[in-house]
């Protein structure tokens, strides 16, 4: 069965500072994989989705993603973290039945 | 085009009482999933419909019926609510590989 573990369920950079946001999946297949944004008392929000063409992915708000498959990582990053990137965060898996796995989620804290 | 609409967006009910939750997208889309999210547990499948007229169960279906009334609304029921079923529930419909979210209902389960 696909899945998805994000490491860390809390995150804390400075303003400015490079954002990492770690999503390791498990799949037999070639994955689609997506990462989501929540803020608070928010729906989820597609940031970006990779659907095996380009490996790095870019998405809105500055953020991309690269899939690599040797790590079966499908890491988020941000190179300047702002205020308002404050939100939590979830990875997340498409199976065969067009079902979606997420993650718990990485609540990210931005540090004036 | 309002995406994916839930309704209410807030609820509390006594232990043992029943509700729905209402859902509707407008795009289009044959795939529609409920879902609750709770601290620390991310986002759990309680029921996905691949189609009108179809419907599966999810990792967390117990306390819980769906019905897919047409291909635009898909309505969850907690026939008996419990303590154990204080969440928020997310819809969501998907197509084109995405899924899009409803704005959430916060339920509260005294």
């Known amino acids: 069965a696909q899945s998805v573990t994000q490491l860390g369920s809390h995150v804390s950079v400075s303003e400015g500072a490079l954002v990492l946001l770690r999503c390791n999946y498990s799949?037999?297949?070639?994955?689609?994989l997506f990462w989501y944004v929540q803020y608070p008392n928010q729906g989820l929000q597609l940031l970006l989705k990779y659907t095996s063409a380009a490996t790095l992915v870019k998405g809105i708000n500055g953020f991309e993603a690269e899939f690599k498959k040797s790590e079966t990582s499908f890491h988020l990053t941000k190179p300047s973290a702002h205020m308002s990137d404050a939100a939590e965060y979830f990875c997340?898996?498409?199976?065969?039945?067009?079902?979606?796995?997420f993650g718990k989620g990485t609540r990210l804290h931005i540090l004036p | 085009n309002a995406g994916v609409t839930q309704t209410p967006k807030f609820q509390v009910l006594k232990t043992g009482q029943s509700m729905t939750l209402q859902c509707a997208q407008d795009m289009n889309h044959n795939s529609m999933y409920w879902y609750r999210q709770d601290p620390g547990m991310g986002l759990r499948l309680i029921y996905y419909?691949?189609?009108?007229?179809?419907?599966d169960k999810g990792e967390v279906p117990n306390g819980y019926n769906v019905s897919r009334l047409n291909k635009r609304e898909f309505s969850l029921r907690l026939e008996s609510a419990a303590p154990s079923q204080t969440s928020v529930y997310f819809c969501?419909?998907?197509?084109?590989?995405?899924?899009?979210f409803g704005p959430g209902t916060r339920l509260t389960v005294l």
């Open positions: 799949s037999s297949v070639p994955p689609y």
């Open positions: 997340a898996v498409r199976n065969r039945d067009d079902k979606i796995i």
């Open positions: 419909s691949a189609s009108e007229g179809t419907t």
């Open positions: 969501a419909s998907s197509g084109g590989n995405t899924q899009y």
